[in-house]
């Protein structure tokens, strides 16, 4: 059976390497609804850029500064780089864009995903804090690292990137928006998994549309692959067993 791959999304890595191409400090928000795979897209930039050792990949949990801060330091001692100071610098809202700036420096990407909890008012300083550091890194020619932010809650980022009131107003340097799989993807990926049959691929495209995450969640559960019970077994394992992805959808 064949493996779950990356499919498509050309444009999107086309544009990412002209940002990390041009060899200067970058703030790039990248949108886009839940499970539409941004995620996904980070994680194949890093893989094929060769990045895993100068990349470090923060998702923002749903909790207080102290978590937030923890939440980093997780990161970066996951990755190895910068681990030594992350433990002494590392401990609230103020000195996480900090160390931000410092992996910048040595040529480090940050990504930070389910960046829209920092509208929350519980964490809404961060966003001067890091408007100081991304400023600072701004003007330093010699940075090349830079930020990628991540985010499916449309208001929420726009809140924090747009409104002309925010601390981070008119910091961004690139946006990327992430959409649904189109139907050249589809079938990229339809191919690679051996559903050839057009009544099939209209089946499944009928439940999941071009949504990347439905269609892991069919390979995940052993129905994406020719069979002639093929809506059963879908529908079974889909959204009906205990143990169904989309359960309750």
Request: with cysteine; aromatic share 12%.
């Amino acid at each position: 059976m064949a493996e779950w791959g990356f499919y498509g999304r050309r444009t999107e890595l086309a544009e990412i390497d002209k940002i990390l191409a041009r060899g200067r400090f970058f703030f790039c928000a990248i949108s886009g609804r839940r499970r539409i795979g941004k995620t996904s897209l980070i994680q194949e930039v890093i893989r094929r850029r060769g990045l895993t050792e100068k990349a470090v990949y923060v998702q923002v949990p749903d909790s207080d500064a102290r978590g937030v801060a923890q939440a980093f330091e997780d990161a970066i001692e996951d990755v190895g780089f910068g681990t030594d100071f992350a433990r002494e610098t590392c401990s609230d809202l103020q000195t996480i864009p900090m160390l931000l700036y410092a992996l910048w420096t040595q040529n480090g990407v940050v990504v930070i995903d389910e960046f829209q909890y920092f509208n929350r008012r519980a964490l809404l300083e961060f966003q001067s804090h890091l408007q100081r550091e991304v400023d600072d890194a701004r003007s330093d020619t010699k940075i090349q690292g830079g930020l990628f932010t991540l985010g499916s809650i449309h208001t929420e980022m726009m809140a924090i990137l747009e409104d002309q009131a925010s601390p981070l107003f008119n910091r961004v340097t690139d946006r990327i928006e992430i959409g649904h799989w189109d139907f050249e993807t589809l079938f990229e990926m339809f191919r690679a998994h051996g559903v050839d049959d057009p009544h099939h691929r209209l089946f499944l495209w009928t439940l999941f549309e071009g949504v990347p995450k439905f269609y892991r969640d069919c390979f995940d559960q052993g129905v994406l692959h020719p069979a002639t019970d093929h809506r059963l077994q879908t529908l079974r394992k889909m959204f009906f067993e205990g143990s169904s992805p989309l359960t309750g959808c």
